[in-house]
């Protein structure tokens, strides 16, 4: 599978049971819905091992928007994070999978940690 932004290779990386698409290049990440769903509510450590990328790079590509999902090739639809609109992310309307930049994916996974710790 390529990179939707900038066409490199992607790699396979996991954690748990969990199998994501890394961007050997721009280190964005690929996730399909179902774990996405599950990274983001139960493993808050997960976003160490799996965004390695330079959020500064991510910002960078998340200019481009204008991408077609890497397993059907239907362009991707623009989403708001619900929980924190600032971060943008691209989704195929056909339910293949959600694309983050780097940086993208800890930031959702950390603002989900500060919501546990405030309300424990
Ligand atoms: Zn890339
Ligand atoms: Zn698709």
């Known amino acids: 599978m390529h990179c939707p932004k900038c066409s490199a ?4 990386t996991s954690y748990d049971q969990i199998k994501v698409d890394r961007c050997t290049n ?3 990440l690929w996730f399909q819905p179902e ?3 599950a990274l ?3 493993i808050w450590m997960a976003d160490y091992i799996l965004d390695e990328g330079d959020a500064k790079v991510g910002k960078k590509y998340n ?3 204008a991408i077609q999902c890497p397993e059907c090739g ?4 623009q989403e708001f994070d619900a929980e924190q609109p600032h971060i943008i992310y691209e989704s195929c309307p056909d339910g293949h999978g959600t694309y983050l ?3 993208e994916f ?3 996974v950390h603002k989900t940690f500060w919501d546990k710790f405030k309300r424990s």
Do not use: S
């Open 9 to 12: 290779e992607m790699e396979i």
């Open 26 to 28: 721009c280190k964005g």
């Open 35 to 37: 774990e996405l769903a």
């Open 40 to 42: 983001r509510n139960d």
């Open 63 to 65: 200019q481009i928007v």
């Open 74 to 77: 239907v362009a991707m639809k």
């Open 101 to 103: 930049d780097a940086g």
């Open 106 to 108: 800890t930031d959702i």
